[in-house]
């Protein structure tokens, strides 16, 4: 028997890494380059030139990090019937391209035998964006006839939005709940990940 369970769980963790295997995406990383590419013996070298060179390098190196954001919370943030800001995530876009934002939490529901409870959550561009109209949404929902209690589990949610051009953008992960008190999300973690139109 413990043979058999042993086979079943090897089976569930090679299927889980096979499947987020799926989701590896490439992540943008700039190129070196230089506008003299070569140089003779004998050629002057002038202290403004090294500056440059070395200069351009670092900055080559440097925003190798744009175009990757992540941010988490252990905080708990207690949902109501207006729009909430759960998380948001600066990214700074290196060009044009696409951004992909996912989202996870955990969430609790307090519950009232006879009351129905619900939450929604989404990720957008906007703070003031309705949860509701959200591409990502996703819908929690308790139905009156559950007992009362507390009620926990997990959610996750992605997004891809269109980057036109180069600079600074800021994606929100927005929550709202049916009832003023008694609905939160914790242990958030949100990603977003640039991917140019080119390489």
Do not use: W
């Not at 600066?90 to 129905?116: D, E, R």
């Not at 906007?126 to 591409?135: D, E, G, R």
């Amino acid at each position: 028997m413990n043979v058999l369970k042993n086979i079943k769980v090897i089976a569930r963790s090679v299927t889980v890494t096979l499947f987020c295997m799926l989701f590896v995406i490439p992540v943008y990383s700039g190129q070196v380059t230089y506008p003299d590419d070569s140089y003779s013996s004998g050629d002057p070298l002038t202290a403004l030139d090294l500056n440059a060179k070395f200069n351009e390098i670092k900055s080559t190196v440097n925003g190798n990090a744009a175009g990757v954001a992540f941010a988490s919370s252990t905080l708990d943030v207690e949902l109501s019937t207006s729009t909430s800001i759960i998380q948001s995530v600066p990214l700074s876009a290196p060009g044009p391209g696409l951004v992909i934002v996912s989202f996870s939490a955990f969430y609790i529901m307090i519950h009232t035998n006879g009351a129905q409870d619900q939450i929604e959550v989404g990720i957008a561009e906007s703070s003031s964006a309705t949860v509701s109209a959200l591409a990502s949404r996703r819908f929690l929902y308790l139905d009156s006839g559950f007992a009362s209690g507390e009620f926990d589990g997990s959610v996750a949610s992605h997004a891809v939005f269109e980057v036109p051009s180069a600079g600074n953008y800021i994606y929100y992960v927005l929550g709202v709940s049916n009832k003023a008190s008694g609905s939160f999300v914790s242990h958030s973690a949100t990603q977003a990940v640039f991917v140019p139109n080119s390489y």
